[in-house]
């Protein structure tokens, strides 16, 4: 009795090792996947990065020319502003 519970109880090992081993391959290969997804990102985010590094060293001179346009903007928006005054003053009130 003692013989089969030894190999009864080995083999519930051997058993319970094997399906720990598919077990962990199955999570190995999911990692995997997620590395590859993972390095891909990496390479995008560096991709922009290295796009992007520009922006530094042009940033100061798009914000002054942004702002003459918007100062320019402002002016011609007066100076239409002006005109629409004087067009409506020359059309005829309706009654």
């Known amino acids: 009795m003692e013989l ?13 090792l094997g399906v720990l081993v598919l077990m962990l391959d199955r999570i190995r290969r999911s990692l995997s996947g997620i590395n590859a997804t993972i390095a891909k990102v990496a390479m995008g985010v560096r991709a922009i990065e290295a796009e ?16 003459q346009i918007t100062e320019g903007a402002e002016a011609v928006a007066g100076v239409l502003a002006s005109a629409d005054q004087r067009l409506a003053a020359l059309v005829p009130q309706e009654a």
């Open 4 to 16: 089969l519970l030894t190999i009864l109880s080995g083999l519930a090992l051997w058993l319970f």
């Open 52 to 67: 992007t590094a520009i922006l530094k060293t042009e940033l100061p001179t798009t914000a002054t020319a942004l702002t």
